[in-house]
T-cell receptor
Framework: DAKTTQPNSMESNEEEPVHLPCNHS???????IHWYRQLPSQGPEYVIH???SNVNNRMASLAIAEDRKSSTLILHRATLRDAAVYYC???????????????FGKGTKLSVIP | DTAVSQTPKYLVTQMGNDKSIKCEQNLGHDTMYWYKQDSKKFLKIMFS???????INETVPNRFSPKSPDKAHLNLHINSLELGDSAVYFCASSQGRTVRESYGYTFGSGTRLTVV
């Protein structure tokens, strides 16, 4: 399985942008880059995903490097509700057993300072 | 309406007992999963079902038996509960076919199982 590397923790001030990095140097051409977050005492929540192009949705933006070996999740304006563990995950897109699971790493614990 | 619902939310039981956790999704997804999150917060997949068929069965003791009566339900039955089974169990669903697209998972809010 392709692996991802994220910082253990990050801090951000409230109302400032946050850039959460993820390295995935062994990514294959069929892997989608997924981001999830887990707020305290809740289940993981889908944030965004992409393949090659940058993606935007109402929650965040995903910037993918041209060589796809790294990506950055961007929260444009951090709020206290964004304090969570953020997971960067590679998900194969082929129709095989591997496509039927998300493998979670340790993630990045984001703290938001008021 | 809750997209993925699990019951119960909390479960406290004695060692040796048998218990079940139920999961239902109303998203029309064809794949459902069980994940376990231990005290160190690692999330590990246990089972994956696609259209009621077992796809993934990770290294999980035989005491754990998933059952999928239909595409919208995936229940988890645990026999002879042990102290080490204490964890939070999450159910999830997704659209499983990923030939050309990759879909997000929707997770339930979890069942906190405590074995005493």
């Amino acid at each position: 399985d392709a692996k991802t590397t994220q910082p253990n923790s990050m801090e951000s001030n409230e109302e400032e942008p946050v850039h959460l990095p993820c390295n995935h140097s062994t990514i294959s051409g069929t892997d989608y880059i997924h981001w999830y977050r887990q707020l305290p005492s809740q289940g993981p929540e889908y944030v965004i995903h992409g393949l090659t192009s940058n993606v935007n949705n109402r929650m965040a933006s995903l910037a993918i490097a041209e060589d796809r070996k790294s990506s950055t999740l961007i929260l444009h304006r951090a709020t206290l509700r964004d304090a969570a563990v953020y997971y960067c995950i590679l998900r194969p897109s082929y129709s095989g057993a591997g496509s039927y699971q998300l493998t979670f790493g340790k993630g990045t614990k984001l703290s938001v300072i008021p | 309406d809750t997209a993925v619902s699990q019951t119960p939310k909390y479960l406290v039981t004695q060692m040796g007992n048998d218990k079940s956790i139920k999961c239902e999704q109303n998203l029309g997804h064809d794949t459902m999963y069980w994940y376990k999150q231990d005290s160190k917060k690692f999330l590990k997949i246990m089972f994956s079902y696609n259209n009621k068929e077992l796809i993934i069965n990770e290294t999980v003791p035989n005491r754990f038996s998933p059952k999928s009566p239909d595409k919208a339900h995936l229940n988890l039955h645990i026999n002879s509960l042990e102290l080490g089974d204490s964890a939070v169990y999450f159910c999830a669903s997704s659209q499983g076919r990923t030939v050309r697209e990759s879909y997000g998972y929707t997770f339930g809010s979890g069942t906190r199982l405590t074995v005493v």
